[in-house]
């Protein structure tokens, strides 16, 4: 089974084609922890404004210019490089709800200012952020979810940006520059331009090619969703792998909720045939765990640090 691209143009709760488009962008969550969307949210003038202009001027600073990107959150480290099994650079841009963190995240390259690189980067996340939030709407509805639970769901969202550079695989016969995992995000959009790379592992274990098309956005879901939904969208498995051994850009946006809020499982997933599989966590603590050593080395790692019958009662 492949994963469907699900046409989301033109639709908002009122459409009436919103309640099949639910159904649809629910059942490929659930079949896959992903699903892609056809949309016209990023259009080709900004598409080309971010990848061949603004994140290539960012990537070709020089490594000590890049290192001055730090983050408040410890886990995520702002710049990242070599990470192990993998060859690529990333920064995070925290807090990307809030229209002042492109300008502080620009100036630490630019001091004397950069808005067309600021407002660039600010007005693809800002439809990137609106598209995700849909996504998560439509997936929390078609599983069933009240719209009071999901609209305050949605007011303690927050969101991270992490604009990424895939270097040329080292080994070219593989092609892999980053191995497979999962996100420590409730969801991520993942916005591919013209290199292809992402897969997405299914079920069965076979690997998925999701391509890099102009008019699609790919949101996976990650540990938190999981959590949130007791398990009934599992965290996507994915991978990057370049065969055509080319260097590639991309970006990708994470939502999560805000640190002083506990993720919970949701009322409408725990019943007397399924009590909760998951304890409460905070987006931090987690994030913590993910990134440390005992995190990478985990094959599960929500499990490990929050499931029940790892941890004992939820009590």
Same mark, same amino acid.
Not at 55 to 60: I, K, S
Not at 172 to 187: E, N, Q, R
């Given at each position: 089974m492949e994963v469907a691209k699900i046409d989301l143009r033109g639709l908002n709760p009122s459409s009436p084609g919103w309640g099949k488009a639910c159904a649809a962008v629910t059942a490929s969550m659930v079949a896959h922890g992903c699903v892609v969307v056809v949309h016209d949210a990023i259009s080709p003038e900004l598409r080309q404004a971010v990848f061949d202009r603004a994140?290539?001027?960012?990537?070709?600073f020089p490594v000590e210019t890049k290192q001055?990107?730090?983050?408040?959150?410890?886990?995520?480290?702002?710049?990242?490089?070599?990470?192990?099994?993998?060859?690529?650079?990333?920064?995070?841009?925290?807090?990307?709800d809030e229209a002042r963190s492109f300008?502080?995240?620009?100036?630490?390259?630019?001091?004397?200012?950069?808005?067309?690189? %600021?407002?660039?980067?600010?007005?693809?996340?800002?439809? =990137?952020?609106? &598209? !995700?939030?849909?996504?998560?709407?439509?997936?929390?509805e078609g599983l069933?979810?009240?719209?009071?639970?999901?609209?305050?769901?949605?007011h303690a969202l927050t969101h991270v940006l992490r604009l990424s550079h895939y270097c040329v695989p080292e080994d070219?016969?593989?092609?892999?520059?980053?191995?497979?995992?999962?996100?420590? %995000?409730?969801?991520t959009a993942l916005?591919?331009?013209? =290199?292809?790379? &992402? !897969?997405?592992?299914?079920?069965?274990?076979?690997?998925?090619?999701?391509?890099?098309?102009a008019d699609t956005i790919t949101f996976m879901a990650g540990d938190l969703l999981t959590l949130m939904t007791n398990g009934r969208v599992a965290a996507?498995?994915?991978?990057?792998?370049?065969?055509s051994n080319r260097e590639r850009y991309a970006i990708l946006c994470a939502s999560s909720v805000k640190n002083s809020v506990a993720i919970s499982v949701m009322d409408e997933f725990v019943d007397h045939g399924n009590p909760p599989k998951y304890n409460s966590v905070k987006t931090?603590?987690?994030l913590e765990f993910r990134y440390s050593g005992e995190g990478f080395k985990s094959s599960q790692p929500l499990e490990e640090y929050c499931g029940v019958h790892k941890c004992g009662s939820t009590e």
């Open positions: 994140m290539p001027q960012l990537f070709a001055q990107n730090v983050s408040s959150d410890t886990a995520l480290k702002g710049y990242i490089s070599k990470v192990p099994g993998a060859d690529f650079e990333s920064f995070n841009v925290n807090k990307v300008h502080d995240f620009s100036n630490i390259f630019w001091p004397q200012g950069n808005p067309e690189f %600021s407002n660039t980067i600010g007005a693809l996340a800002r439809k =990137v952020i609106e &598209l !995700e939030d849909m996504v998560e709407k439509m997936t929390l069933g979810v009240r719209e009071e639970n999901i609209a305050s769901h949605l070219a016969k593989m092609g892999v520059t980053l191995p497979a995992h999962t996100d420590p %995000s409730l969801v916005v591919q331009h013209e =290199v292809e790379g &992402l !897969e997405v592992q299914t079920k069965d274990g076979r690997w998925i090619a999701i391509p890099p098309e996507s498995v994915h991978r990057v792998k370049t065969l931090d603590e987690y």
